[in-house]
């Protein structure tokens, strides 16, 4: 179960509206490295790992790109809501609006809607935790570029900042499940030789 604070992760105060930001960031709300994507990865491979620690990491992390939805959601939301129409339609974002007005609606930068395929699941410990490695620098890749496009708006580029650093920690995280994983699955096991218990 989860408990809710009424309070986001990192704070997200925008002053000024800017669709054509609101339009590349909302990638890392339901694009295939957001963090919708990693939450459901995460919080769905939890259940199959083989030792408490990386349940307990996959928990963890799972829930925080849960906080990391709501502050990708904050910004896009806070980017949108007072744009005029011109701003929206010069932005590119006339189609968006058509369907879903200025709510935030998961879908990629290109406009490709959330599809479940970004998550992972190979019933494999390994190979889904290789995933998530690989997910966490796919994460911290498409902030980067959201910091390039950003320019020089610190009410954006600040809680960018601050997510860019968790996925880094994230990718850490995954290093340390893994070995553990790899060690759990090493382990030597030992067989009790029947013939000899009948001596
Ligand atoms: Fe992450």
Redesign the pocket.
Known sequence: MWTYNKILEYPVNIKCTDPRLAKVIISQYGGPDGELA?SLRYLSQKFGMPDQNAKAILND?GT??LA?LEMVGAIVHQLTKNASIEEIEAAGLGPYYTDHGVDVYPQSAAGVPFTAAYIACKGDAIANLQEDLA??QK?RATYEKLIDLCRDNPDVLDPLKFLRE??IV?FQRFGEALRGVQDKLAEKKFYMNCDNMNK
């Open positions: 990693a992390i925080e790109e990391h997910a966490e994460a968790r996925e994230h």
